[in-house]
T-cell receptor
Framework: GESVGLHLPTLSVQEGDNSIINCAYS??????FIWYKQESGKGPQFIID?????DKRQGQRVTVLLNKTVKHLSLQIAATQPGDSAVYFC???????????FGKGTMLLVSP | DADVTQTPRNRITKTGKRIMLECSQT?????MYWYRQDPGLGLRLIYY???????NKGEISDGYSVSRQAQAKFSLSLESAIPNQTALYFC?????????????FGEGSRLTVL
């Protein structure tokens, strides 16, 4: 999910399906990554994080996969529910930076 | 009550006016941030502060200034607002002692400059 201009990449799924949201990060030396969920009208909220010394981390219904070879991060949501509809952002901690750098986001739409 | 509170939540103003967005937090965090969100562009960092006497520019600081009045308060000012500053603004905090640097966001302040 990288976006171009004003168009946000959108993933549409049916309730109960598994969702996979992708993110390409910029710096091969980044050592920490976070996924945030932003519901309409609200601020982003933390979902799950992963360090660069890991390939996979699981939470409740969510799994983050890290492929350092191709600088790719993915968020898998199992049994997607309508309440999962939101914009999802990945963020990376780049070396030499004191703050997180965010991707442009992917909108997830879950239909009943 | 929200841990990170932003005021106002919505504001419409005219070109050339001075605007201040305020942020207060009850999380006890030392680090505070201001981000701007535009459709399709994600979150971009305007300014950040790691303690009361520390102010740092982010990637898009031109046209903005900040003030860290106390550990719990961080305000963002637009000295002379222009239409391309129309956006959704977020304040965030993080804990100095959290190595990961997870951010906690407010609900956002929507600013429209006519």
């Amino acid at each position: 999910g990288e976006s171009v201009g004003l168009h946000l990449p959108t993933l549409s799924v049916q309730e109960g399906d598994n969702s996979i949201i992708n993110c390409a990060y910029s710096n091969s030396a980044s050592d920490y990554f976070i996924w945030y969920k932003q519901e309409s009208g609200k601020g982003p909220q933390f979902i799950i994080d992963i360090r660069s010394n890991m390939d996979k981390r699981q939470g409740q219904r969510v799994t983050v996969l890290l492929n350092k070879t191709v600088k790719h991060l993915s968020l898998q949501i199992a049994a997607t529910q309508p309440g999962d509809s939101a914009v999802y952002f990945c963020a990376e901690k780049r070396p030499g930076y004191s703050t997180l750098t965010f991707g442009k986001g992917t909108m997830l739409l879950v239909s009943p | 009550d929200a841990d990170v509170t932003q005021t106002p939540r919505n504001r419409i103003t005219k070109t050339g006016k001075r605007i201040m967005l305020e942020c207060s937090q009850t999380k006890g965090h030392d680090r505070m941030y201001w981000y701007r969100q535009d459709p399709g562009l994600g979150l971009r960092l305007i300014y950040y502060s790691f303690d009361v006497k520390d102010i740092n520019k982010g990637e898009i600081s031109d046209g903005y200034s900040v003030s860290r009045q106390a550990q719990a308060k961080f305000s963002l000012s637009l000295e002379s607002a222009i239409p391309n500053q129309t956006a959704l603004y977020f304040c965030a905090t993080s804990d100095l002692y959290t190595v990961t640097g997870e951010l906690f966001f407010g609900e956002g302040s929507r600013l429209t400059v006519l």
